[in-house]
């Protein structure tokens, strides 16, 4: 039984030593730049017709050969991006893109027709950090105090980050990260503000003195930082705000129309009852004494309209429904 053991463990040894890691052979690329794959064994001395490099163990590369005039063989998708070390069998692959992410092989074959793998790499293509935009405004600053207070902003690409710093520290206040595995962050060194950014395959960084921002006093906060919340309110509430202020401009033009004291000669009695049916200001008494009395200018013979006009030449006042219908 230990003799089967030992034959066993014999056997998953050697086919550890001869595989290939795939973890160990962990590859990153830019994309748009360019990589390059090495043979994970020692080739010399060893017996080699052909070595063939291939992608995701289904599409062919690149061939070599041993004892052709033309040694190297590249395949119509890979024609004019690749490259082979004649010495260390490296492949070397440019113009990255995303599809060229996958597992890189290389096999080598001899005379008598045995095949044997010599590596295996497992590629990853990422975009590269965008240009960093770095910007840094001041919010308070006062000269006795001792103090300074600067927003700083960082962009790469889509991604944010914000920070207010003082002479001190930064406090991040937003963070938005819109690209894979980018990390961003904004940091005070010694009056600098940095802003890194970096993935796995890249990396920038810009920064900003705060001494060059903190130099006019400011002892107030920004206008715009008052004036914001409000703009925003009113921004978000001008669909429902015109309309409701175009219906209080009609309610107070009727209202004022309603409540003028002039009527021209040509205003009817039944115009004065419609207008004037809610306040009493006088008894009907006193009305009847009022419309009786004749004008000044009025003439001996006396007209029957000069009812109605004696009514609209006195004073302005509101009439009692009551009062207006004894007409």
Avoid at 5 to 33: H, M
Avoid at 276 to 303: C, D, H, Q, T
Wanted: hydrophobic content about 40%.
């Amino acid at each position: 039984m230990r003799t089967y053991g030992l034959i066993l463990w014999t056997c998953l040894l050697a086919l550890t030593l001869n595989s290939v890691s795939a973890e160990d052979a962990l590859s990153l690329g830019v994309r748009g730049g360019a990589v390059s794959f090495s043979v994970q064994m020692d080739l010399t001395g060893l017996d080699i017709e052909y070595l063939f490099w291939r992608f995701n163990s289904t599409h062919s590369v690149l061939r070599y050969s041993n004892e052709s005039k033309n040694p190297l063989k590249t395949y119509d998708e890979y024609e004019g991006r690749v490259g082979l070390d004649p010495h260390t069998y490296a492949l070397t692959l440019h113009g990255l893109d995303f599809p060229d992410s996958g597992v890189y092989s290389a096999r080598i074959t001899d005379h008598k027709g045995y095949e044997k793998d010599v590596a295996k790499h497992m590629l990853h293509v990422h975009e590269a950090v965008p240009e960093l935009a770095f910007s840094m405004a001041l919010l308070y600053f006062n000269v006795s105090e001792g103090s300074c207070n600067v927003s700083v902003l960082c962009e790469a690409g889509s991604s944010v980050v914000s920070a207010t710093c003082d002479l001190e520290r930064c406090v991040q206040v937003d963070t938005q990260l819109t690209l894979q595995h980018l990390h961003m962050g904004l940091s005070l060194v010694q009056g600098t503000v940095y802003c890194n950014a970096s993935n796995l395959v890249s990396s920038r960084s810009k920064w900003g003195r705060m001494e060059t921002v903190c130099t006019e006093e400011v002892v107030s906060p920004p206008m715009e930082s008052m004036l914001g919340p409000l703009l925003i309110v009113l921004n978000a509430s001008a669909p429902l705000f015109l309309p409701l202020l175009l219906l209080l401009l009609l309610f107070c033009l009727i209202k004022r129309r309603r409540h003028t004291g002039y009527y021209d000669k040509f205003t009817t009695k039944a115009q004065l009852k419609r207008e004037f049916a809610s306040v009493e200001l006088l008894n009907i008494y006193e009305f009847e004494e009022f419309y009786r009395s004749p004008f000044p200018e009025e003439s001996p013979k006396g007209n029957p309209a000069d009812a109605d006009r004696k009514l609209l030449l006195a004073p302005q006042t509101i009439l009692d429904p009551y009062c207006v219908d004894q007409l």
